[in-house]
C-alpha cells in the first residue's frame, strides 16, 4: 500500500492577502467610504477656508519652541509683554510649524485635512465593531462636519479628533467587553497632555468610566489606575503643576465666555442649526432605544451634550461621539434591510474605488493650484509694508484675525504687535478695554488706539467705521487696501499705551 504524499499548504502572499483584505472592505463599507472621500473632496476645494488665526498662532508659537524652546513668559505682544504664558499646545504647535516651514502652508493644510479624514475613519471602524449597520454608519459620518463644521479648522485641536474617538470606541467596547486594554487610555491621555487642553474632558471621561468599573471585582484595579491616573495623565507635560492654574483660568474663569465668541454658549442660527438638530435628534432616539448602547456610552453623550450646551467650541466632541452611537440608535428605530448579493458587492467596490480616486484627484488639485489661491488677500507684500510703516518700534494695533499672521510673515514685529488671540494672557478688565476698542470706544482709542503707529483691519468695513467713528488719528492714511486685509498709517506716536 503506497502512502499519500504529505502535501503542505503554502501560505498566501501578504500582498494577495492585503488585496483581498481591502476588497472584503470596500465591499462592505463602499458608502461611508463614498462619505469620506466625499468629504475630503469638499475640504480640498474648501482648503482656503480652513484657514483661521489659531493657524498662524500655532506657526508663530512653534517656531518660538523651535528656536528657543518652551516659553513661560509672553515676548510676542506688547500688551502681554513678560507675563506668565504657559503654552499647553506646545507639542502641537511644534508639529504644525515644522509642516509650515518644510513644507510650507499647503502641506499643513493637507495634514489638517489629514486628520480629519483619519478621525471619521475611526469612527467608521469603531461604529462598526460596535454592531452599527453600514448604511447607519455612513449616516453617522456626516454629523460632525455638519454640525460643527469648525473642526476643519487647521489647529492644534485637529491633532486631537483621531484620539478622541480612539478613547471614546476603548472605552465603549471595554464597557461591552471589560478587560486590560483600557489601560491604553492614559499613555493617549499622556500624549493628548501636550497637544489640546480639551484632555481635561478626555481624563474626566475616563475617571468616571472607571467609578463604573467598581462593581465588577476583577475590575477593581484597573478601575482605580483610572481613576487616579487620567487626572495625574493631564500634568504630565513640562509645565506639571503649573498647569493647575492655566487650566483654573481657562476652564473656570467667566470672561472667556464673556468676550471670545467660540466660548459662549451656542444660540440658534445658521451656522449652529443642524447641531441643534443632531442633538434633538439623538436625544430623541437615545431616550427611546438606549439599550442598544454600551453603558459607557448612555452617560457619556448626556455630559457631551452638557458640555456642548455650554460652549460652542464643545460641539465638536458631542457630534464626534455622535458618529460613533448615533447609527445603532438609527438602526434601531429603521432597521437596515439591504441585502447584500454578488452584483452589489461589485458595485460598491467600483463605487467605492471612484469615489478614492476622485478624492485623490481633488487633493492633487488642490496642491497644484496658485499660491494666491491660499493668501485670500493676504500677502507677504502687505506684511511688509506694515513692518515698513512702523519702522524700528512702532506699535502695530492688529485686528484678531491679522495679529498672529504679520507675526508669522514678519518675526521683527515680535513684541509690537499689541495683541493676538491668547486672550487667556487678559484678565477681565483688559478683556472690557479690547472689546471697547474693537467696537471703537473713543475713551480706549484717545488712550490708546491713536498711540499705535499702523492699525490693521479684517474688512474695508471695518475701517469704514473708524473712519466714521473719527477713531484714527489725524492725518491716518490707508497704506495696504487688499480686502480682506488693510492698514492705516498714523502720524508719529507718543509712547505706546503700556496696556490696553
Known amino acids: 500500500m503506497t502512502a499519500a504524499p504529505l502535501t503542505v499548504a ?79 499646545q506646545w507639542a502641537a504647535h511644534l508639529v504644525l510649524y515644522e509642516l509650515g516651514q518644510r513644507g510650507g502652508l499647503r502641506v499643513a493644510l493637507v495634514f489638517g485635512i489629514g486628520c480629519v479624514v483619519a ?33 476643519t479648522q487647521v489647529r492644534s485641536q485637529s491633532l486631537v ?25 492614559l499613555p493617549l ?21 472607571g467609578l463604573t468599573l467598581v462593581r465588577i471585582p476583577t475590575a477593581r484595579r ?13 500634568l504630565v507635560t513640562p509645565y506639571g503643576l503649573h498647569l493647575v492654574g492655566y487650566y483654573r483660568v481657562m476652564l473656570v474663569g467667566a470672561h472667556l465666555g464673556q468676550f471670545v465668541e467660540e466660548w459662549r454658549p451656542p444660540t440658534v442660527g445658521v451656522g449652529t442649526a443642524f447641531f441643534f438638530f443632531s442633538a434633538f435628534a439623538l436625544t430623541g432616539l437615545w431616550s427611546r432605544h438606549q439599550r442598544v448602547l454600551t453603558s459607557f456610552e448612555r452617560w457619556a453623550l448626556v455630559l457631551l451634550l452638557l458640555s456642548a450646551m455650554t460652549a460652542v467650541r464643545n460641539a465638536v466632541w458631542f457630534e464626534l461621539a455622535a458618529a460613533v452611537s448615533f447609527p445603532r440608535l438609527l438602526d434601531a428605530a429603521w432597521p437596515s434591510h439591504i441585502v447584500e448579493t454578488d452584483r452589489l458587492r461589485r458595485l460598491n467596490v467600483a463605487i467605492a474605488a471612484v469615489a ?19 493668501e485670500r488677500g493676504r500677502s507677504a507684500a502687505d506684511a511688509a509694508r506694515v513692518v515698513a510703516a512702523a519702522g ?49 470706544g473713543r475713551d480706549v482709542w484717545s488712550r490708546c488706539g491713536v498711540n499705535a503707529r499702523v492699525v490693521t483691519f479684517a474688512s474695508p468695513v471695518e475701517r469704514a467705521n473708524a473712519r466714521d467713528q473719527r477713531v484714527l488719528g489725524p492725518g491716518a492714511r490707508v497704506i495696504v487696501d487688499d480686502a480682506p486685509f488693510s492698514a492705516v498709517l498714523q502720524p508719529a506716536a507718543a509712547t505706546p499705551c503700556r496696556h490696553p
Not at 475630503?40 to 484657514?51: G, K, N, W, Y
Open 222 to 234: 484597573r478601575a482605580a489606575l483610572l481613576v487616579a491616573g487620567a487626572p495625574l495623565c493631564v
Open 10 to 88: 503554502r501560505p498566501r502572499p501578504v500582498a494577495g492577502l492585503t488585496v483581498s483584505r481591502v476588497r472584503a472592505l470596500l465591499e462592505r463599507d463602499a458608502l461611508s467610504v463614498l462619505v469620506v472621500s466625499v468629504w475630503t473632496c469638499v475640504l480640498a476645494a474648501s482648503m482656503p477656508l480652513l484657514i483661521v488665526q489659531d493657524t498662524f498662532l500655532s506657526f508663530v508659537d512653534g517656531r518660538l519652541i523651535a528656536r528657543h524652546g518652551l516659553p513661560h513668559v509672553d515676548t510676542l505682544t506688547y500688551w502681554t509683554l513678560g507675563r506668565d504664558w504657559i503654552d499647553q
Open 392 to 440: 524700528p518700534d512702532g506699535l502695530v494695533l492688529a485686528d484678531q484675525e491679522h495679529a498672529d499672521w504679520l507675526l508669522w510673515q514678519e518675526p521683527s514685529l515680535a513684541g509690537r504687535v499689541a495683541f493676538d488671540v491668547r486672550f487667556e494672557l487678559f484678565d477681565r478688565r483688559d478683556m472690557i478695554h479690547i472689546r471697547s476698542l474693537l467696537e471703537g
Open 356 to 374: 478614492i480616486g476622485a478624492a485623490c484627484v481633488a487633493v492633487s488639485t488642490a496642491i497644484v493650484r496658485p499660491p494666491a489661491w491660499l
Open 119 to 151: 478621525a471619521l475613519c475611526v469612527a467608521a471602524v469603531v461604529s462598526r465593531k460596535l454592531g452599527a449597520s453600514a448604511r447607519s454608519t455612513a449616516i453617522g459620518l456626516l454629523l460632525p462636519l455638519v454640525g460643527a463644521s469648525w473642526l
Open 161 to 185: 479628533l483621531a484620539p478622541f474617538l480612539l478613547l471614546y470606541g476603548l472605552l465603549a467596547l471595554d464597557a461591552r467587553r471589560p478587560g486590560r486594554r483600557v489601560l491604553l487610555a
Open 189 to 209: 491621555l499622556v500624549v493628548w497632555a501636550n497637544l489640546h487642553g480639551s484632555v481635561v474632558m478626555a481624563a474626566g471621561l475616563t475617571a468616571v468610566y
